[in-house]
Nanobody, 128 residues
Framework: QVQLMESGGGSVQAGGSLRLSCTAS????????VGWFRQAPGKEREEVAAIVAGDGTTFYADSAQGRFAVLLDDAKRTVYLQMNSLKPEDTAVYYC?????????????????????WGQGTQVTVSS
């Protein structure tokens, strides 16, 4: 059973930066599709970014493009979400998730319905 754990959330002012981390004890992401999603109060979970661990290809939601970066460490044990130029509308609980590599996730790893393994999430609060 893969147990994902997010960390790095916190409270920042608009324009600030945070770096979120996603790990799973004893697990190597290898060729997985690894996604970052977020959920604000009263809203549905939405895509943020994803990476195909096997080749490093990244995908971004429009809201994240140009401000966020998803990164994988060399050991493929930690996936990061570097968030810059944060806005109040980025306030949400951020979740990481992983799916074994297949053709579906390779084409569109930002589909929330693709994923079954979720972490507990980490709160990000951006004040104006």
């Amino acid at each position: 059973q893969v147990q994902l754990m997010e960390s790095g959330g916190g409270s920042v002012q608009a324009g600030g930066s945070l770096r979120l981390s996603c790990t799973a004890s004893g697990y190597i992401f290898s060729s997985d599709c690894v996604g970052w999603f977020r959920q604000a109060p009263g809203k549905e979970r939405e895509e943020v970014a994803a990476i195909v661990a096997g080749d490093g290809t990244t995908f971004y939601a429009d809201s994240a493009q140009g401000r966020f970066a998803v990164l994988l460490d060399d050991a493929k044990r930690t996936v990061y979400l570097q968030m810059n130029s944060l806005k109040p509308e980025d306030t949400a609980v951020y979740y990481c998730t992983t799916h074994p590599y297949d053709r579906v996730c390779r084409v569109d790893p930002l589909r929330v319905d693709l994923y079954a393994r979720w972490g507990q999430g980490t709160q990000v609060t951006v004040s104006s």
